[in-house]
């Protein structure tokens, strides 16, 4: 059971990911004064980055802002990054899947639930160190994930930096975690919905043949007294 909960909470946090990546433009705050463009030309500027992410092109190219090739580098390093985040979500999701209809046929639900709070404790701790400690900790991801040093962006050769500040991240941060506590409260819902339908008068339940220490029987099949 512990395996089908790495899993699932993999698949969750991926997943989360990926809803606040498809929301990100939300929670870009456009500039008064920024190289002479609308706000609407702002915002078309950082959808040409989630689209480039999708994208065969090979380097990204903005229609109004500059971007030198060290910038264009990193953000194909990213590109990289998340297409590898979506194929280990994906493949969460499908053994997530698996593991709870193993679950179910073999009546482990209930310890799939036990160990929610465990897992949702813990993964609140881990946001709020996120929270507290984002400048150092998005600091060190960036030194350990992009060695190249291409993520040092300068206002005059990569100018995007001031619409992905840190301010843009750590609302992003904010956004994901939400997400994910979201995701696991419906997790949640989901086992006990399934273990409250299990139980519930007129259904099935468990075999009387095969657990009869649950039904009250002894071992030769004779009711206690």
Known sequence: MALTIAITVIAIVGTAFFLTLFLSPLLVRPLAH??????????????????????????????WLPLAPAGEHHFAAVRQLIRGAAGLTLLALGGSAIGHRWAKRHYQL?????????????GTGLLAIAIL?????FLRFHQWAFADQTWQF?????PIIRLLSLTFFWRYLIVWGCLVAALM?????????????????????LDRADHRRDQGNDDDGEDDQ
């Open 34 to 63: 920024f190289n002479g463009l609308t706000a609407g030309q702002q915002l078309a500027e950082y959808r040409r980055i989630l689209a480039y992410f999708v994208s065969p092109q090979d380097y990204l190219h903005f229609r």
């Open 133 to 137: 400690r984002f400048p150092s900790l």
């Open 185 to 205: 409260l419906l997790w949640r819902w989901g086992l006990t919905r399934a273990l409250f339908h299990f139980f519930s008068p007129g259904q099935p339940g």
């Open 154 to 158: 300068t206002t005059k050769k990569e």
């Open 110 to 122: 209930g310890r799939l639930l036990a160990g929610w709070p465990l897992v949702a404790s813990g």
